[in-house]
């Protein structure tokens, strides 16, 4: 999920707010030119959401040449800053390798700052890290823990992880029916592997099980994430 800050209708008080306001109203019109040349008037003035911004049209190449190299700087200014989006705009950078040679030691460390601070894309991927060793020693429990905290969040691919863990039992124990309900989960949230989990996950467990484990699965959803099984 890419990660170009909302704040197409939300504005902090700052400095630079009018020209920040600007770039966006000419992001939600494709008038990337114009919101360039805002972008980088509210940037220089320290606006951190503005810097991560036009990272990511650097990055991409939005009303302006792609340029990883200046991507990875506007990234690295708004991360020290201390903002969650850029610090896991950064680490995706160090861990492609795009614009700074790859380093997933580098990418761990960031993913776990924006991690640490909620940022849900940021969570999966510290249990993509640690599931398979990037940057850190593989550590099956600590990648579900943090699979978990994504797919409370509605984060469909943390929650196929989530259940292929509990699947597998990797790093951890084979649980057939949490499967399902994270496979389900998944699957209700428009993840493309998910039925092929959950079918996989059913044969797991007693037939006569299945529709318990399903229903769980939406007692976890109507709840909002708060009652569901880990």
Not at 92 to 103: D, E, S
Not at 175 to 195: C, Y
Request: net charge positive; proline share 3%.
């Amino acid at each position: 999920m890419k990660r170009l800050l909302l704040l197409l209708t939300m504005f902090i008080v700052l400095p630079a707010q009018a020209d920040l306001a600007v770039a966006m109203k000419a992001i939600e019109r494709g008038h990337y030119a114009t919101a360039e040349r805002a972008m980088r008037k509210a940037a220089l003035k320290g606006d951190l959401r503005a810097q991560n911004n036009l990272g990511y049209l650097y990055e991409n190449g939005l009303g302006i040449t792609q340029d990883y190299t200046q991507a990875l700087q506007w990234y690295s200014r708004a991360a020290e800053g201390g903002l969650a989006d850029a610090q896991y705009n950064l680490a995706t950078l160090y861990h492609y390798g795009r614009g700074v040679a790859q380093n997933h030691k580098a990418a761990f460390e960031w993913f776990s700052e924006s991690a640490g601070a909620g940022f849900a894309d940021a969570q999966y991927m510290m249990g993509e890290s640690l599931r398979v060793g990037w940057g850190t020693e593989k550590d099956g429990v600590s990648a579900l823990s943090w699979y978990l905290k994504a797919a409370k969040k509605a984060h469909a691919s943390a929650q196929l992880m989530a259940g292929y863990i509990y699947l597998s039992g990797e790093g951890w124990r084979s649980e057939p029916q949490k499967a399902v309900v994270w496979a389900e989960l998944a699957r209700i949230n428009g993840e493309p592997q998910a039925a092929a989990l959950l079918s996989k996950a059913g044969k797991k467990m007693p037939g006569k099980d299945l529709p318990g484990a399903l229903q769980l699965a939406q007692v976890c959803l109507l709840s909002g994430y708060r009652d569901c099984p880990e």
